[in-house]
């Protein structure tokens, strides 16, 4: 074996996997698990961890799977980050602690994501779990609100609960999860691990209320006077941005978010088992280039789409999508079209879209975002034809919460302003974190965010106590 190759992970093949929601990764077997786990180089000063933002042990985990002890590995995970089934599967590892791991620099670098997966899949199927007993000694008495269920609620609520708050979850929607149930398809991450891995919060003593729409049904100020003493705010940035060009509203043109929810949390996909269906036609067009567009364009691919297209304004470059997501969308027949910007969506009579007019991009100085800036080409018009579009250009907050607590200090874009170390916002007791106060990020952002704000939250409820003697 190549010690500078990582153990390949078997896949399901494109040509199959497009006909179903399966999982396309059909991640390690203990036996490839440990081949992996024995190219780690166990350093001791090692970089992996800090590009780690829950700060896993990464090297003692790695260790733990390469001496056949994979109970003690999960415990050691377990410890640091509560979803990791979720996070082996999702996480951004190649620009995280990957990118810092040193096989990296001559080869490739350890498969950190696939062991985590294999690691906590292989808990879930012994029936091993941990709980939160001993995982920390900083106790205080509470009882705090979270608004959310997604990566930065569960985890600030599974941090609290495990330092002895009474902790109660309010989510808007009928399940748990937040993006993990409603945006990221099944055939990324079963939902089935995503319960499975709530539950075990639950059953940690972790409440959660479905249904709850802070803001409507309850307001924060309300959360207050019902005894919290404390809330967070973890409500994500479900709202989607569009691209105000005209032909935005003709029949089959879809935010990604409203198609994903759809498909994902609806169980379009199982119509007509599932009474809710998504109506998209032969010859599918995606605007945008993240995460959220490949879901987008491989969903449409597994229901009726015949081609599917990606529009992106920049160039392969510059795709902010997962690498592996981008690879695995290519094998399965995603078109892509680089340098283009969409200025109209065609319409017929019937009032359903018939194409998109772009203008073709070349790319100028770099931006903010220090990524180069496309610059359209004067006279380059251009006009594809499809029959569905599916705008995936971006979300922000959803301002729900806000108009029912203007208190609450913003920023651009509604993103709720909070001190990064601490999440505390504008207002004293309230504290907020994940994408709501970022903006569109990553699953192990928001749960870092997490649970730095119950580290503070636990602070919060000492001094008061204190305060109060
Ligand atoms: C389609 C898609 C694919 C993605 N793929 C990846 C990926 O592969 N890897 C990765 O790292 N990241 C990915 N991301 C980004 C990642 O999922 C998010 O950054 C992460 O989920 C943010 O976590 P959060 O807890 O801040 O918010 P969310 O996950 O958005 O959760 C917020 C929760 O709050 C609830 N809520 C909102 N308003 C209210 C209210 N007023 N009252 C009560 N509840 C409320 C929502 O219903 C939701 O459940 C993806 C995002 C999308 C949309």
């Known amino acids: 074996m190549d010690k500078r190759k990582r153990v390949p992970v078997a896949k399901q093949k494109p040509g199959e996997r497009v006909k179903n929601f399966n999982e396309v990764s059909l991640g390690y ?5 440990r081949q992996e786990a024995s190219r780690c180089l166990q350093c001791k000063k090692a970089a ?25 590995s999960f415990k050691s995970l377990y410890q640091k980050n509560v979803l990791p089934a979720i996070c082996g599967r999702v996480c951004p590892q190649e620009t995280q602690c990957e990118q810092l791991c040193v096989l990296g620099k001559k080869g490739e670098p350890v498969a950190i994501g696939r062991l985590e997966r294999f690691a906590a899949d292989w808990a879930r199927e012994h029936g091993h779990s941990v709980g ?58 079963p939902k089935s691990i995503v319960t499975y891995e709530v539950d075990q919060l639950k059953k940690a003593g972790v409440e959660i209320v479905t249904d709850v ?46 198609f994903l929810t759809r498909v994902n949390l609806m169980g379009a996909f199982r119509f007509p088992e599932a009474d809710t269906p998504v109506d998209i036609g032969r010859r599918v067009a995606v605007i945008g280039g993240g995460n959220v567009a490949m879901d987008a364009a491989r ?10 297209w990606v529009l992106y304004r920049r160039t392969e470059e510059e795709l902010p999508a997962r690498l592996e997501e981008y690879e695995n969308a290519k094998e399965e027949g995603i078109i892509f079209q680089f340098l283009v910007s969409p200025v109209e969506i065609l319409g017929n009579a019937d009032g359903y879209v018939t194409g998109v007019k772009v203008l073709r991009n070349q790319l100028g100085e770099p931006d ?20 569905t579009v599916i705008v995936a250009i971006g979300q922000n907050p959803n301002p729900i919460i806000l108009l029912s607590f203007p208190q609450l200090k913003t920023g651009k874009n509604g993103i709720i302003e909070v001190d990064p170390e ?4 504008s207002v004293p ?41």
Do not use: W
């Open 48 to 72: 992996c961890i800090q590009g780690c933002p829950v700060g896993i042990n990464i090297p003692e985990f790695i260790r733990f799977i390469r001496e056949g002890q994979p109970r003690q």
């Open 422 to 425: 601490t999440g505390a916002t």
């Open 213 to 258: 729409v802070v803001g409507k049904t309850l307001t924060i100020p309300d959360l207050f006077r019902l005894g919290y003493q404390s809330v967070f705010v973890a409500s994500g940035a479900g709202l989607p941005s569009f691209l105000r060009i005209p032909g935005e509203n003709l029949l089959r043109v879809y935010s990604a978010n409203e």
């Open 368 to 387: 903010e975002s220090g990524r180069r800036r496309p610059v359209p080409v004067a006279g380059s018009e251009t006009v594809f034809n499809f029959d």
């Open 299 to 308: 969903c449409s691919l597994r229901l009726s789409a015949d081609e599917v």
């Open 132 to 189: 939160f007993k001993g995982l920390t000694s900083d106790q205080v008495e509470g009882k705090v609100a979270v608004v959310g269920s997604g990566p930065a609620g569960l985890t600030c609520a599974a941090e609290l609960a495990n330092g002895g708050v009474s902790v109660t979850i309010f989510e808007s929607l009928h399940r748990p999860g937040g993006v993990l149930v409603y945006g990221i398809p099944e055939f990324r991450l």
């Open 429 to 469: 007791g309230v504290f907020a974190g994940g994408d709501v106060s970022t903006g569109a990020a990553t699953v192990i952002s928001a749960m870092g965010a997490g649970k730095r704000a119950a580290k503070s939250i636990i602070e919060y409820l000492k001094l008061r106590q204190k305060g109060n003697r």
């Open 29 to 33: 077997s203990e036996t490839e698990a």
